[in-house]
């Protein structure tokens, strides 16, 4: 599982690289915006994992 993780986010990062080095911005933006929401959800899920939010 860790393994697809980080491809995930390595193509993730490398399109948005990509995209944005060969002044494709709009196209970089959505990316991004993609990888913040898929960020804050993995951070989310870990989060209610490992029970933090428990009291």
Known sequence: MGTIRA???SVLSGGF?????T?????A???ALIWI???A????V???KKGA???
């Open 53 to 55: 939010t428990r009291q």
């Open 41 to 44: 959800w993995q951070i989310t």
């Open 23 to 27: 002044n494709h911005f709009i196209k």
């Open 17 to 21: 690289v990509y995209l944005y080095m």
């Open 46 to 48: 870990s989060t209610l």
């Open 37 to 39: 929401a898929m960020f």
């Open 29 to 31: 933006n959505w990316l």
């Open 7 to 9: 491809l995930i986010w």
